[in-house]
């Protein structure tokens, strides 16, 4: 800092250290006007509870001193008196350096360990999983959620289930995290509402949701436009990143309401590339724990990949 504002900071130490000092100093001298029965008057419950007046006792006088001492021990030692760097010579941004490279060289090992191992394979291993999983809510959590269950409000995929847009395979994860994703479904409402309407149905009919059985008729035909990339039999494209639609998994909700929604006013996704935030070891260990999350067995899925 200048020299100004280091004159500034040692005046202000200066004054609220001594202001306090020369309290401490005073206060156990300090005379307070008692009654005859050493009570200063004040009286509470009808006065069945008086104020008494009393000595501080010798230890807190004591610790209190100490304390004194060891706040002017502290400003020789360490930087806080303007631009004095203590006579330690300590910074916080030596003691950070010094704790990573501690961190680093016990993770050393840990890392070249995972480098031997395929994703699939490292997502069984359990220091890899503890890892994964700081890195997953450092910076996944705040669109898939913290278990990994996605978010309909936002169109966060589940990552927790079996089924996915791109592919499930670790290197589908890998190029997934390190390059990102960007889904688009174009808005029908050209098809007109009605048409839209039939068009819901039948794709609630092929998950055997609950749909206008007549409606669904009708818009048969009309999904020739969406097999393009669901596919003819909806199934879904991972080339493509079209989700998958014979199943109860949903990227932005299952009801009629939501598809209608869906097939009028279009859906754009966007999954942010992180390469640029994240070392390839530590990718690869992000993509073994997402691996993880879906193979431990039935969970409950919220949303579709």
Same mark, same amino acid.
């Given at each position: 800092?200048?020299?100004?504002? /280091?004159?500034?900071?040692?005046?202000?130490?200066?004054?609220?250290?001594?202001?306090?000092?020369?309290?401490?100093?005073?206060?156990?001298?300090?005379?307070?006007?008692?009654? /005859?029965?050493?009570?200063?008057?004040?009286?509470?419950?009808? @006065?069945?509870?008086?104020?008494?007046?009393?000595?501080?006792?010798?230890?807190?006088?004591?610790?209190?001193?100490?304390?004194?001492?060891?706040?002017?021990?502290?400003?020789?030692?360490?930087?806080?008196?303007?631009?004095?760097?203590?006579?330690?010579?300590?910074?916080?941004?030596?003691?950070?350096?010094?704790?990573?490279?501690?961190?680093?060289?016990?993770?050393?090992?840990?890392?070249?360990?995972?480098?031997?191992?395929?994703?699939?394979?490292?997502?069984?291993?359990?220091?890899?999983?503890?890892?994964?999983?700081?890195?997953?809510?450092?910076?996944?959590?705040?669109?898939?959620?913290?278990?990994?269950?996605?978010?309909?409000?936002?169109?966060?995929?589940?990552?927790?289930?079996?089924?996915?847009?791109?592919?499930?395979?670790?290197?589908?994860?890998?190029?997934?995290?390190?390059?990102?994703?960007?889904?688009?479904?174009?808005?029908?409402?050209?098809?007109?509402?009605?048409?839209?309407?039939?068009?819901?149905?039948?794709?609630?009919?092929?998950?055997?949701?609950?749909?206008?059985?007549?409606?669904?008729?009708?818009?048969?035909?009309?999904?020739?436009?969406?097999?393009?990339?669901?596919?003819?039999?909806?199934?879904?494209?991972?080339?493509? @990143?079209?989700?998958?639609?014979?199943?109860?998994?949903?990227?932005?909700?299952?009801?009629?309401?939501?598809?209608?929604?869906?097939? @009028? @006013?279009?859906?754009?996704?966007?999954?942010?590339?992180?390469?640029?935030?994240?070392?390839?070891?530590?990718?690869?260990?992000?993509?073994?724990?997402?691996?993880?999350? /879906?193979?431990?067995?039935?969970?409950?899925?919220?949303?579709?990949?």
């Amino acid at each position: 800092m200048s020299a100004g504002w /280091s004159l500034w900071v040692m005046f202000l130490v200066v004054l609220n250290f001594g202001i306090t000092f020369l309290l401490f100093l005073w206060a156990p001298r300090a005379k307070i006007p008692t009654l /005859s029965d050493d009570t200063s008057g004040h009286v509470w419950a009808h @006065g069945a509870i008086r104020e008494g007046v009393r000595n501080l006792p010798l230890w807190w006088l004591l610790l209190s001193g100490a304390m004194f001492v060891a706040g002017a021990i502290y400003l020789v030692l360490y930087p806080g008196f303007g631009n004095h760097k203590g006579t330690l010579g300590w910074t916080a941004h030596g003691e950070l350096a010094r704790d990573e490279a501690i961190n680093n060289a016990r993770l050393d090992d840990l890392i070249e360990r995972f480098r031997k191992y395929p994703v699939e394979q490292l997502a069984e291993d359990p220091a890899a999983q503890q890892m994964g999983e700081r890195l997953f809510v450092d910076n996944c959590a705040a669109c898939h959620g913290r278990g990994g269950y996605g978010n309909v409000k936002l169109g966060a995929p589940s990552l927790i289930d079996d089924d996915w847009l791109y592919g499930g395979s670790g290197k589908d994860i890998l190029t997934s995290i390190r390059e990102g994703r960007a889904g688009m479904m174009p808005p029908w409402s050209s098809l007109g509402e009605d048409n839209v309407k039939n068009l819901a149905n039948y794709v609630l009919s092929l998950s055997d949701s609950p749909h206008d059985e007549g409606r669904a008729h009708a818009g048969q035909a009309l999904f020739t436009t969406c097999a393009a990339c669901h596919g003819p039999q909806g199934k879904g494209n991972p080339a493509l @990143g079209a989700p998958n639609l014979t199943d109860h998994i949903w990227l932005h909700g299952g009801k009629f309401e939501d598809i209608v929604r869906t097939i @009028g @006013g279009g859906r754009q996704g966007h999954m942010p590339a992180w390469s640029k935030r994240l070392s390839d070891d530590q990718t690869r260990v992000l993509a073994a724990y997402v691996y993880h999350l /879906s193979h431990q067995g039935d969970a409950p899925a919220q949303a579709s990949r």
